[in-house]
């Protein structure tokens, strides 16, 4: 019963970091052995659902993946919450991020169009759906 209660704890723990806006250092940002980037990107507002969605495909044909995130609840207004939301893409390199910033590393951010839609961007794909052999960025709103 004690294991349950400390293992809801930390999930309560957990939850609320996810929520609250954190500036972490880019020291989070390595490369292992297997040349997997591991890295961890934050926004600078917590309650805006970064990466509620997430892809990777190589959109710009660089040969590097690029990394395509949704913050589905995005404020952009700048006062009330206006959950209009945003996507980020970010180009794959053989380099490192220069931060962990979002703002700060975004090579491209689409801004969605209409506030109060919530759950913009909440789910997205990378395909080419026109057979062009382009790829194309599918968003839906699904609320």
Known sequence: ????RLLLILIFL???????????SDRVIQRDDLSVVQIAVFNSTGVDALSCSLA???VNYDDYDDLIMSACYRNLSGG?????????ILY????YWSSANISLIANVTINGTSPGVLGFY????????????Y?????AAPY
């Open 56 to 58: 990777s495909a190589d």
């Open 122 to 133: 909440k789910s997205l794909k990378i395909k080419d759906v026109n057979n062009d052999s």
């Open 135 to 139: 790829l194309d960025l599918i968003v």
């Open 14 to 24: 957990l939850s609320v970091l996810l929520v609250i806006a954190i500036t972490p």
């Open 1 to 4: 019963m004690r294991e349950k």
């Open 92 to 95: 794959g390199s053989s380099s």
């Open 80 to 88: 009330v919450y206006d959950y209009t939301g945003q996507i980020y």
